[in-house]
């Protein structure tokens, strides 16, 4: 057993922990240590074949192991960071001991002066929406499938039913038919589907894909191996109408209905938001716990890679700040509430004294809706005001609100969201 | 000439920006004679694009033999004619490439005879290395 100490470590070698040890380094921090349960660094990207991250940081659009590739070359670069990869943290204690497993070193324990948690996010479930039916081989989550078929060279499948329409879900119908697969459908819970347009043209639409929104599987068939499902309609309850269902054959049913952020670690130490499921944090990414910080999936689930590794930028400088005993303790704290029609924010908490100047909030609205008015406001005060021409749940509203325009009395801002003329719901 | 006027309409979902503007555009002669919906000059411009010659990037994998995994990521180095992006995708089914190879690196050239090399969108190391 080895004990080791050093200023900043990352739990997690994705793009936000990528960020944050770098960002850590670039802010002062001597040396910076970077865990990895995987084989490499890269975190999900690795799997993400597609392309189209990037656009805001590089201002083109790369692949997913493009974009990683970046950040792992200055990691590696960087004499003042150490990887571990094929490393498991198995706990983190409150005085900052982190014990971590890896079959060279064996049991290892840690001490940092600042810890940044990065650990991503994991998909739902089967067992989590409790489908009927016996328990075939041949369902698999979207996100496990993608990693089988785009790294290791497995096709889960070649008759496929996918089940939610997010991002993930249809990407992976996409990818199945590229290689060979006939995808006889994709089926959403919601009246909409939560994913791009620009996914649901060149994934399904380019395919002949059909998509049934305001549907669900209803049942599995197969005792050993899957044979097909029943798809049947729902009401606006999400409760099934009877005499609606439908059945698809298939050999392999895919589930992309949800990413949780992955607090098995942190939970304990920090506070969670009930909504978001990660530590809630303030401008700073820092958690509810000194000298704990938090960036990407584990704080809150990012469609834009971009926005995860700017959050880790965040956590890196501060926590590196932290560890020099810079950062100073808060004066005065301001909450950050959702309220009519936005669903969650982040940060939760906006800490004086501030050196930002400005703080990003991310949203996400409660429901798609086309002509409404964004309201950031202490009180009567309005922070910020802005009309959007459309908000979907699926994709992150972000707004700077400038530091000056915060009354210093204040105990809390409200983010609000209203329908103007002409506006509301959509079809 | 042809006097046998063909007129054909398209509806399509612009993807350019997230209001996502449902149009529809009509041919006739292989020409658009008409096109209502979108909103803007970019939207107009992708629907132009879209019925006259739709593009798209490939992305896909193509085996790797001696690498530290099985697969290779590629993407092809400019869009794609869309009705030709499952014949790539099943070419490329056919060939392997050997490790190493660094991102950036034309692993498959001129697919196709399209014009257009399918790039190493990462590193791959040989095994061993
Ligand atoms: C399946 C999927 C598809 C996506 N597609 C897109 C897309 O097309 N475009 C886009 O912009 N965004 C996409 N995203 C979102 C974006 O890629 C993610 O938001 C981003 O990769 C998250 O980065 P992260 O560093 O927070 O998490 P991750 O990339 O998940 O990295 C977390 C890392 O922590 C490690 N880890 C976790 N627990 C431990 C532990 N106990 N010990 C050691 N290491 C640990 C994991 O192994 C992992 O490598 C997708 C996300 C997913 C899940
Ligand atoms: S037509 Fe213009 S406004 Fe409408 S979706 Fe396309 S780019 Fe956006």
Redesign the pocket.
């Known amino acids: 057993m080895s004990s080791l100490k050093f200023d900043v470590a990352v ?9 944050a040890a770098l960002s850590a380094r670039t802010a002062g921090a001597k040396d910076v240590l970077v ?4 084989r490499e ?5 690795q ?2 074949i ?1 392309n ?3 656009l805001h940081r590089f201002h083109e659009e790369l692949t ?1 192991p493009t974009y ?1 590739g970046r950040f792992i070359r200055q990691v590696k670069a960087d004499a003042g960071i150490t990887v571990w990869e094929d ?4 706990e983190v204690r409150n005085d900052k001991t982190i014990w ?1 497993i890896n079959p060279q070193q064996g049991l290892i324990g840690i001490t940092a002066k600042a810890v940044v948690f ?4 994991r ?1 739902r479930t089967r067992g989590a929406i409790r489908i009927p039916g016996l328990r075939p081989a041949g369902i698999f989550t ?2 496990a499938a ?1 990693r089988m078929v785009n790294m290791e060279g497995y096709i889960t499948g070649k008759k496929i039913v996918v089940l939610g329409s997010g ?2 879900g249809l ?1 992976m119908a996409r990818r199945m038919t590229l290689e060979g697969a006939k995808v006889q459908a994709v089926v959403e819970l919601l009246p909409y589907s939560n994913g791009l347009t620009r ?1 649901v043209v060149q994934c399904l639409e380019d395919f002949g894909i059909p998509l049934h929104l305001s549907h669900t599987v209803s049942f599995i068939h197969g005792k050993d191996k899957i044979t097909g499902v029943t798809v049947a309609a729902v009401d606006q309850d999400r409760n099934i109408i009877p005499g609606t269902e439908f059945e698809l054959d298939c050999d392999c049913l895919l589930l992309s209905v949800g ?1 949780i952020p ?1 607090n ?2 942190s939970r304990g130490i920090v506070d969670l938001d009930g909504l978001t499921s990660g530590p809630t944090v303030n401008q700073y990414r820092q958690t509810s716990y000194d000298g704990f910080f938090a ?5 809150h ?8 590794s700017e ?2 930028d965040i956590a890196g400088k501060f926590a590196a700040l932290y560890a020099q005993g810079k950062l100073p303790t808060a004066t005065n704290v301001v909450a950050v509430k959702a309220g009519q029609g936005i669903r969650t924010v982040v940060p939760q908490r906006i800490s004086w004294p501030d050196s930002s100047g400005k703080v990003r909030l991310f949203m996400r609205a409660q429901e798609p809706a086309v002509r409404v008015k964004l309201k950031i406001a202490a009180g009567e005060d309005v922070l910020v005001e802005r009309q959007l021409p459309i908000a979907r749940p699926g994709e992150m509203i972000v707004v700077d609100v400038p530091f000056d325009k915060i009354p210093d009395c204040t105990q809390e801002i409200s983010v609000t969201l209203q329908a103007v003329q002409g506006g509301g719901l959509r079809e | 000439m042809n006097n046998q006027e063909q007129k054909a309409s398209k509806r399509l979902t612009c993807i350019v920006c997230p209001m996502s503007c449902v149009g529809e555009v009509e041919i006739a002669d292989n020409q658009i004679v008409r096109m209502v919906g979108f909103t803007c000059k970019r939207g107009q411009e992708y629907a132009k694009n879209e019925v006259t010659a739709p593009k798209r990037v490939l992305t896909t994998t193509i085996r790797i033999s001696k690498g530290v995994l099985p697969l290779l990521p590629v993407v092809s180095q400019t869009p794609l004619p869309k009705e030709k992006i499952i014949e790539c995708a099943r070419c490329l089914a056919n060939i392997t490439v050997k490790a190493p190879v660094r991102e950036g690196d034309a692993v498959y050239k001129d697919i196709l005879g399209l014009g257009v090399d399918m790039i190493a969108s990462r590193d791959i190391e040989a095994v061993g290395k």
């Open positions: 739990i997690g070698g994705g793009p936000a922990g990528l960020a865990i990895e349960r995987d660094l890269g975190g999900i990207l799997q993400c597609h189209g991250f990037g997913g990683s490393t498991l943290v198995l971590a990065a650990m991503g996010c998909e979207a996100g993608q991002d993930i990407i996914n990413l992955e098995e670690l960036a990407g999936n584990v704080v689930v990012h469609d834009l890679v971009d926005f995860v959050e880790g």
